[in-house]
């Protein structure tokens, strides 16, 4: 006799079942359908392009959703990155764990009630070997879900992460998995007490989970276990139905198993960080100043958010104290949204309530911002807050003219002096004095314009970094050149500071300037000129090959066309900057760089890479005065550097240097601490 199981064993009218199951999945989509037309009530939003490109990454993303480790885990991993005890920790595995096993158990349910029912109906093949081989993995996973609940409930109510903000629909998912699953068991108990416990007790240990059940279950009558069994059945089947309708009527925490995998495949595609352009002829608002305002998915992404903490975990402004948590803006925006939408759908216009901008989201919070990708980085379900925030900052700024008095001062001397440094008594070409640095307009032919930026040829410090990559250059041999005085502000503050109109004017500008000399090929020392070159500059149609200085310098290195010679060398450790690391991948360039100047040992700060801390400067911050509260940014970052005990921080950006020399300055920190751009070193 081959081992087997009656589908429908000891239940007249079982297949009531299937009944039952089809008026649940219609509440489903019912819900699904009502959620849809929710988020529909945002602006359009063309994510159907790339297809094949979401289809082909979407598997391992999901994998990496429910790990915790943001889509960097599964590449890593293929491309052999080792990993440390630290990025093992910091790549959240506890939590990825739960989700995992959680998930993955329940889809084994799903896949084997489908697979009985297709061995019931159609053909027998749940025989034998097979239907053990299926019981114990069906069971083991089950196991392995209550295992998962267990320690959801370790994590959120006995260590109590600060970032979890645990409420009853929190808990009640927890009871409704755990309450399925077991009643599961306590049915397949009473089912192997009453047949293969006494018939076949070595068929019985295949299902480990009802077997330990049915082992306490063997001094019931027979009459008991048969009673015990039908009236357990029709209760797990009830409760498995009446789990999916009430989850799709009071859209319980569970539905974010769909939405967060929904937002995922409809992530950006397009370059990270780079901000989504206004059409400012057609535009009938500029930014977002009502919730119906953003784009559909913005609204899915409110939708998508399971309050996990993480981006608040990562929020330089939240950790110093600041008046914004990136987790708070989306769960008050979601809040917004859900008030609105009943009235909204209903075809009303002008819904009455709270202002978004005022009263749900303070413009503290909305000016606070660094836009430092962090949130978005940190993000498992791809949920992007700064590009919320960045809309109302384009509202206040382009429809209300609210900005703060040191921001509009910047923005004025962009649109005036085509930068942003008011003060300045500098030229473009000042910091070139004795070096032989020739113009575009000079003429002759040049493989390499030098982008300087305005930081680097406009602030005094900042000179010197733009002399010593010069210095390198042309120690290397590179044929370069500058567009000296012609050369404007990318754009890239005006953007950020929620000005789109004056960075459209700006780009228009300088990529005609750049097409009329034939550049190509750009290397500048600054990544917000790097990023927005790269990648915002091609949404109008710019077409350039852009570096960071240090890409370029450790490429000249590799190929040996420059050497380092030894210098003072000393405790070197390495700041990412947003703009160069987050925003654009860029990591292993500067260290390469370090690695090759002899005498240099070069030490690692605990936030370092993809985790790095902002120095405070972008979004406009170089330029905005940072409220009071709590820390400066500049001086939490300058703590964790001298925590390592370097002589020096190494820098690959105008902004963060500025912000370093504050911060040394504001801690006394002089005599113990300083800070030099890479090319500094090199060209020293």
């Known amino acids: 006799m081959e081992a087997s199981r009656e589908i429908f064993w000891n239940i007249p009218y079982g297949e009531i079942i299937y009944v039952l199951g089809a008026i649940a999945l219609g509440v489903f989509v019912y819900a699904l359908y009502r959620r849809v037309q929710m988020w529909r009530l945002g602006r359009p939003d063309d994510r159907s392009r790339q297809v094949w490109q979401r289809v082909r990454a979407f598997p391992v993303s999901v994998i990496d959703l429910l790990l915790h480790r943001k889509f960097i885990g599964i590449a890593d991993g293929l491309g052999h990155r080792r990993f440390s005890v630290k990025d093992l920790k910091a790549r959240e595995f506890y939590p990825g764990i739960i989700h995992f096993l959680i998930f993955a158990g329940c889809l084994v349910f799903l896949l084997a009630s489908f697979l009985d029912a297709i061995s019931h109906y159609f053909f027998n093949f749940l025989l034998g070997g097979f239907y053990l081989g299926f019981s114990v993995v069906t069971d083991g996973f089950g196991i392995l879900v209550l295992v998962g609940v267990a320690l959801a409930v370790h994590r959120r109510y006995i260590q109590k992460p600060e970032r979890l903000d645990n409420k009853a629909e929190d808990l009640v998912a927890l009871l409704l998995i755990f309450t399925v699953v077991t009643t599961g068991f306590v049915v397949e108990g009473f089912r192997i007490a009453a047949t293969e416990l006494q018939t076949n007790p070595d068929w019985a240990v295949w299902s480990p989970g009802g077997y330990i059940l049915a082992l306490g279950f063997s001094g019931f009558s027979q009459a008991t276990l048969l009673t015990g069994h039908r009236i357990t059945w029709w209760l797990h089947a009830l409760l498995s139905m009446g789990a999916i309708v009430f989850v799709s009527l009071y859209w319980n925490r569970l539905w974010h198993i769909i939405v967060s995998t929904i937002n995922v495949y409809f992530r950006s595609l397009e370059p990270k960080g780079a901000l989504a352009p206004i059409d400012l002829e057609t535009a009938e608002n500029f930014g977002v100043a009502k919730i119906e305002d953003f784009t559909w998915k913005h609204l899915l992404d409110l939708d998508a958010c ?13 950790l110093s104290g600041k008046p914004l948590n990136p987790k708070k803006v989306i769960q008050d925006l979601k809040g917004n949204w859900l008030e609105r939408a009943p009235a909204l759908l209903a075809g009303k216009k002008d819904v009455a309530g709270r202002a978004m901008i005022g009263e749900v989201i303070t413009e503290d919070e909305i000016w606070n911002c660094t836009t430092c990708f962090a949130c978005h980085e940190a993000c498992p379900v791809s949920i992007e807050p700064m590009a919320k925030v960045i809309e109302m900052r384009r509202s206040l700024v382009m429809e209300q003219a609210a900005v703060p008095e040191t921001g509009e001062g910047a923005l004025k001397s962009i649109e005036a002096r085509g930068h942003p440094w008011r003060g300045t008594t500098l030229s473009r070409t000042d910091w070139t004095a004795g070096l032989d640095v020739r113009t575009l307009a000079d003429g002759g032919d040049i493989d390499v314009l030098f982008w300087v930026g305005c930081t680097e040829a406009l602030e005094e410090r900042s000179t010197r970094v733009a002399r010593a990559i010069a210095q390198v250059l042309e120690k290397a041999g590179v044929n370069f050149g500058i567009l000296g005085a012609e050369e404007s502000c990318c754009g890239d503050p005006a953007r950020r500071l929620g000005n789109e109109y004056l960075f459209q004017m700006k780009a228009q500008g300088n990529m005609e300037l750049l097409k009329n000399y034939g550049v190509k090929r750009i290397v500048t020392g600054c990544p917000h000129c790097f990023h927005t070159l790269k990648h915002e500059y ?33 405790v070197v450790t390495y700041h990412d900057a947003c703009y160069l690391g987050r925003y654009n991948d860029v990591y292993d360039a500067p260290r390469r760089i370090l690695d090759n100047l002899p005498g240099i040992r070069v030490v690692e700060m605990e936030k370092n890479r993809e985790r ?16 009071k509260k709590g820390q400066r940014i500049s001086e939490m970052r300058v703590e964790q550097a001298m925590a390592v005990n370097a002589g020096v921080v190494a820098t690959a950006c105008p902004y963060c240097l500025q912000m370093f020399e504050d911060g040394i300055k504001s801690k006394e920190a002089e005599d113990s601490l300083k800070v030099m751009d890479i090319a500094e070193l090199l060209a020293n």
Not at 306 to 318: E, K, M, S
Not at 551 to 569: D, Q, S, T, W, Y
Not at 618 to 623: D, E, I
């Open 612 to 627: 790095a801390f902002c120095c405070g400067a972008g979004g406009g911050h170089l330029w905005l005065e940072e409220q």
């Open 306 to 318: 399971t309050r996990c903490g993480r981006c608040q975990d990562n929020c330089p402004a939240y």
């Open 538 to 570: 091609s949404q109008f149609g710019g077409d350039f090959q852009v570096s960071h200085h240090t890409e370029f310098i450790a490429g000249l290195l590799r190929e040996g066309r420059l050497e380092a010679v030894p210098g003072k060398g000393g």
